[in-house]
């Protein structure tokens, strides 16, 4: 196993930066092998951009480049991401 | 709800350091007044951004080392050999330099208070920071806390800890390269024949956060679920390749 | 503007201008980022081909490959990361070998690798010696982190074009984006030209 995974929850702060929520919680399905799991527990890795991959299969979940305002979101390999709300008090 | 989730845009903040403490001869606790501050839950971390004189800049993450404290903001940062950013935190970095911060953020390494069992921390070097805001402010939760360092003077919040232990608070330390003489703690790595034996057991179904180097993390995570624990409820940071 | 973090400088080197593209900064270091884990193809198992536009399939197991000429090249190389490496040395196969003697119309290429990896270019910008199929640096063979067995090295485009674990040409008449040109960054990645990402 590579030094140079982290956890999908590293990119906390870019993913909520680019959707305006908290993201780590949110569950995501994989679209080659379909299991589903949180945002957070995915494998980072850290290239010329940011690329989030499934933890059960190692298929690209998602691809961020980001610069300045600007940022690129490939997330075809996500079939289905669920959020939900915070709940209410 | 403190923390909880902000709709809208999360952008930079501009930060000032307060104060800069020594926890161990590589490590430093910086702490910022970040203005605005919206609050934080233990467990999250922030970005960190750095500016040069030419418009160089640089990021790196940090775990929040303190709970919640209006606009004060702790984080306790490991000098990184020939790191880029660590080594200006700990070593050049001083009351009123500024910097930005951007969080808080990860919502999934949280310690929920609502969790009703025994919670299971287990920490390598740094990776002990997210952990010890988790022990601030854990209240009367039964926490076991497993802590690699390599010599006792490598233990950070040492004299803390001592103090937090017991009432419900087990702290395991484990010295791995070198141990004081009559030294009678552990001295192995964080295996899984040290968790069998300090760990609560899984049929208690505690809630684990893992945090440290990536090779660290995955090794306790895979020992944990070899002893039956649910992979859901082991809960991992990795920080990346070790600091040499 | 954001604010200035007073003393920082980060670990730049200075360098002569000329050696350094327009917003990158020199690195003692040689930083390993990966899109995903280092695959560990057994180096029986692995092989060069040159697919697509061409007469027939051309293939070249470890063995073979081994066993053609290869240059010993000192190149600049440039991450779009910002960090740029000088002075760096590699031992590899011209492209121009693994294309000699190759009937072909296309004009374009894509490196396909193993873990999946694409990235796309010019065949110009493969041939001419501006490319090589790289398996040692600094008189070592390439490390796995570094994209070991062999690795495209194409020092004049920044360098997310220099695949690692680089498995194979696909030559073809269209510019199909790769794996970062498909999100964001340049289909063609001139560093002196700073062409880091679309509009560019």
Known sequence: ?89 | ?244 | MPPISRGFRGKRRDAPADRVPPGQYVTPDFPVLSAGPTPHRPIQEWDFTIVGEVDELHRWSWDEFQALPTETVTVDIHCVTRWSKLDTTWEGVSVDTLLEGIETEAEYATAFCDGGYTTNLPLEDLTGGKAWVASAYEGEPLDPEHGGPARLLVPHLYFWKSAKWVRGLGLSATDEPGFWESNGYHLYGDPWREQRYWGD
């Open chain 2, 1 to 244: 709800m403190a923390g909880a989730a902000v709709l809208g845009r999360l952008g930079w903040r501009t930060a000032s350091i307060a104060e800069v403490r020594p926890e161990t001869p590589r490590v430093k606790t910086i702490a910022l007044e970040v203005p605005g501050w919206p609050g934080h839950r233990a467990g999250q971390h922030v970005d960190i951004r750095l500016t040069a004189e030419d418009g160089y800049q640089a990021e790196r993450s940090y775990s929040i080392a303190a709970p919640e404290d209006g606009e004060r903001v702790e984080l306790t940062v490991e000098e990184v050999d020939d790191g880029e950013v660590s080594p200006y935190l700990t070593a050049e970095a001083r009351a009123g330099d500024e910097l930005e911060i951007r969080g808080p953020v990860g919502g999934y390494f949280v310690w929920d208070s609502d969790y009703p069992g025994p919670i299971l921390l287990v920490g390598g070097g740094s990776g002990v920071v997210p952990l010890m805001a988790m022990i601030r402010q854990r209240g009367a939760i039964p926490t076991t806390l497993v802590y690699s360092a390599r010599t006792l003077g490598d233990v950070i919040y040492r004299d803390e800890l001592e103090r937090l232990a017991g009432g419900g608070l087990d702290i395991v330390l484990t010295l791995t390269r070198t141990q004081p003489q009559g030294w009678a703690g552990h001295s192995r790595r964080v295996d899984a024949e040290l968790l069998a034996a300090v760990a609560p057991p899984p049929d208690q179904r505690p809630l684990a956060f893992v945090c440290g180097p990536t090779p660290f993390v995955e090794a306790v995570a895979l020992a944990l679920v070899d002893l039956g624990h649910d992979p859901g409820l082991v809960k991992t940071e990795r920080f990346g390749p070790t600091g040499t």
């Open chain 1, 1 to 89: 196993m590579s030094d140079l995974v982290l956890d999908g929850n590293a990119a906390a702060g870019i993913l909520h930066a680019v959707y305006g929520a908290e993201m780590t919680l949110a569950v995501g399905t994989c679209d080659s092998c379909a299991i589903a799991g949180p945002v957070g527990a995915v494998r980072l890795y850290r290239s010329a951009g940011l690329v989030l991959r499934c933890p059960h299969c190692d298929a690209v979940l998602m691809k961020i480049v980001s610069v300045g305002e600007r940022v690129w979101i490939d997330s075809r390999g996500l079939r289905t991401l669920e959020l939900s709300s915070e709940p209410a008090g």
